[in-house]
C-alpha cells in the first residue's frame, strides 16, 4: 500500500498541489484522473520520489519515503516499476538489454538467467522474437509493452504508468490497460495509472482519484464516477458527446 | 547571478558523478564505448586538421621569416614549438569541444527530454555516475593519444608541404625540430590536454543533464555547452600556463 499524507508542493510561487491525502491498496488498479495542468503528474512524480515534497509524507508500506535519504530510497526504488508516457526505453540498447537491465545493474543473476527472465516477461506482455530490435525499430503500442515488461523485470511491487495509452489507438490502448489489470491482479501490485483516458477509467479503474486545481476533489470506484452530481467530474467525464450519450442512457436506467 | 548558481550546481552534480558505482563490470564496459565515441571517432578530424594546419604553419613561418641572419632550421623549431604548445592541445581542444561537446550534450539532453534519466532515477540508478563518469574517464584516457596524433601529423604535415614546396630540405626541418627540445613541454601539453578533457565532457554533460523542456531547448543545451567548454577551456589554458611554464 501507498500512503499520501497532507502532500504540499510549490513551483516557485504557484501552490500546484494542496494537502494531497490519498491511499493506494495492493492489488488494486488506483488511477489518478484530471485535466491538463490539474497536478496529477506531479503528485505521481512527488510519489516516486522525482520531485521533492514541500511538506507532508509519502508512505510505502509505512516506510516514510520523504524522510529517507537517497541509499534508502534506492532500497524502495528498487520495488518501483513504472511505465512512461514515451515509454523512455534506453535508444542504445536493444528490447532484450532494455529488459535485462535493471537486471544487470541489481541482481546477481547470470547471463542466462537475465535472459530468460527477460524472455519472460517479454512473453507475459505478447512479444515475442522482437529481442533484437531496437526500440526505434518497434510501434508505439510495442514500446509500451516493453516499457511494461522492463517495470515488471525485477518482481516489483508498485507499478506506475504515466499516460499509459497516450498516443495508441483505442484497441491497442485496451491491449495496455488489460495487461496493466491483469499484471496488477497477477503479481498483487499496488498500481497506479495517471490518465485522463475515460475509456481507461472504465476498463481498469477499481479506485480513482480526481484531482482538480492541485487538490484531491473525489475519490471513488469506476461504477460511482458515473453517477456522482460533483460538477467538476462531470465536466471532466461527459466532456465528449459520446458520454454524455452514455450519461443520458444511465439516466434512462 | 545565474551563473553562479550554475557554476554551484556543476560542483554538486560532480559530487554525484564520483560516487561510488552501482555495478563496476558495467561501469566498465560504458567506459570502452565512450572511449570509441569521444577518442576513436575524433582522430580522422583531428589527423585531418593537424595536418593542413602544420603545412599551413610552417609556409607561413618560411613565407614570413625575411632576415638571412635566421638560420633555415628556424622553421621546423616554430612549427614545433606552436604545434606542441597550443596548437594541439589548445585548439584542437577548442574543435573537439565542438565535436564532442555538442554530440554528448546533445544525448544526454534527448535523454533527459524522453524522461530515459528519470527511469533510470526510478530504477534506483545513480543516473549522474551512470551517464558521465564514463564520458568523463573516457575523454581523460583518450584526450593525450588524440593530441599527440595531433602533434605528430602536424609535425609531418609541415615537413611535408616545406619540403613540397622547396621552402626547407628534410634536413633542415628535422634540424630544427630536434633544436633545443624540453620534454616538459610535452608533458606541459598532455597536462592541458587531460584538464581540457575533463572540461568538455563534464561541462558538456552538465548542460545535457540539466535540459528543461523538449528539442528546441536540447539544441540550446548543445549550443551552451560548446561555448561554455570554449570559456572554460580559455580560461584553465591561461591559468595552467601561468603556473606550469612560468
Keep these: 500500500m501507498i500512503e499520501v499524507v497532507g502532500v ?8 500546484v498541489l494542496k494537502d494531497i491525502n490519498a491511499k493506494f491498496s495492493a492489488g488494486k488498479v488506483n488511477l489518478i484522473i484530471g485535466a491538463s495542468g490539474s497536478g496529477k503528474s506531479v503528485t505521481a512524480k512527488c510519489i516516486v520520489g522525482l520531485h521533492e515534497v514541500d511538506s507532508g509524507q509519502i508512505l510505502y508500506d509505512g516506510r516514510n519515503f520523504t524522510e529517507m535519504d537517497r541509499n534508502h530510497r534506492k532500497e524502495i526504488r528498487k520495488e518501483i516499476g513504472m511505465l512512461f508516457q514515451g515509454s523512455a526505453l534506453f535508444d542504445s540498447l536493444t528490447v532484450e538489454q532494455n529488459v535485462m537491465f535493471p537486471l544487470s545493474m541489481f541482481t546477481e543473476m547470470s547471463k542466462d538467467e537475465m535472459r530468460e527472465r527477460a524472455n519472460f516477461c517479454l512473453e507475459r506482455v505478447n512479444l515475442t522474437n522482437k529481442n533484437n530490435l531496437l526500440p526505434a525499430e518497434c510501434s508505439g503500442g510495442m514500446q509500451k509493452r516493453i516499457g511494461i515488461a522492463r517495470a515488471i523485470a525485477m518482481n516489483p511491487k508498485y507499478l506506475f504508468c504515466d499516460e ?31 490518465t485522463h483516458d475515460m475509456n481507461s477509467v472504465i476498463e481498469i479503474g477499481d479506485h480513482i482519484i480526481f484531482i482538480h486545481k492541485g487538490q484531491k476533489w473525489w475519490e471513488g470506484t469506476k461504477e460511482e464516477i458515473l453517477k456522482t452530481h ?22 434512462k436506467h | 547571478m ?19 558505482p552501482e555495478r563496476f563490470k558495467i561501469y566498465k564496459n560504458r567506459v570502452f564505448n565512450e572511449i570509441e565515441i569521444i577518442g576513436l571517432s575524433s582522430i580522422p578530424l583531428v589527423a585531418l586538421l593537424s595536418g593542413f594546419m602544420g603545412a599551413v604553419m610552417t609556409l607561413q613561418t618560411a613565407a614570413n621569416m625575411s632576415s638571412p641572419l635566421l638560420p633555415i632550421e628556424t622553421i621546423g623549431y616554430i612549427t614545433r614549438q606552436t604545434t606542441i604548445l597550443e596548437f594541439s592541445p589548445t585548439v584542437i581542444s577548442l574543435i573537439l569541444a565542438g565535436k564532442i561537446g555538442s554530440n554528448i550534450a546533445s544525448e544526454v539532453g534527448t535523454m ?9 532515477e526510478i530504477m534506483g540508478v545513480n543516473s549522474l555516475g551512470y ?79 540539466y535540459t528543461k523542456g523538449g528539442a528546441l531547448d536540447v539544441g540550446k543545451s548543445s549550443t551552451q555547452a560548446v561555448v561554455f567548454s570554449s570559456i572554460a577551456i580559455l580560461v584553465a589554458n591561461f591559468i595552467l600556463t601561468n603556473l606550469i611554464l612560468l
Design chain 1, 164 to 194: 499509459p495509452n497516450s498516443g495508441l489507438d483505442p484497441k491497442t490502448a485496451i491491449v495496455i490497460d488489460n495487461l496493466i489489470k491483469e499484471i496488477t491482479y497477477e503479481y498483487q501490485m499496488t498500481t497506479i495509472v495517471i
Design chain 2, 112 to 120: 533527459r527530454v524522453t524522461e530515459q534519466i528519470d527511469a533510470l
Design chain 2, 131 to 209: 551517464l558521465v563518469l564514463p564520458k568523463i574517464l573516457a575523454g581523460i584516457v583518450t584526450f593525450p593519444f588524440v593530441i599527440i596524433i595531433s602533434m605528430a601529423t602536424s609535425l609531418i604535415g609541415g615537413l611535408l608541404a616545406g619540403v613540397q614546396s622547396g621552402l626547407v630540405t628534410q634536413e633542415d626541418y628535422i634540424k630544427g625540430l630536434r633544436y633545443w627540445f624540453m620534454p616538459g613541454d610535452i608533458n606541459y601539453a598532455l597536462i592541458k590536454a587531460v584538464v581540457f578533457a575533463f572540461l568538455i565532457t563534464s561541462i558538456a554533460s552538465f548542460y545535457g543533464y
Design chain 2, 2 to 20: 545565474k551563473v553562479i548558481t550554475n557554476i554551484g550546481k556543476y560542483f554538486i552534480m560532480l559530487r554525484y558523478v564520483f560516487s561510488r
Design chain 1, 8 to 15: 504540499n508542493k510549490h513551483f516557485g510561487v504557484a501552490h
Design chain 1, 230 to 251: 460533483n460538477q467538476e467530474i462531470n465536466d471532466f467525464v461527459y466532456a465528449s458527446d459520446f458520454m454524455k450519450e452514455i450519461k443520458g442512457m444511465l439516466g
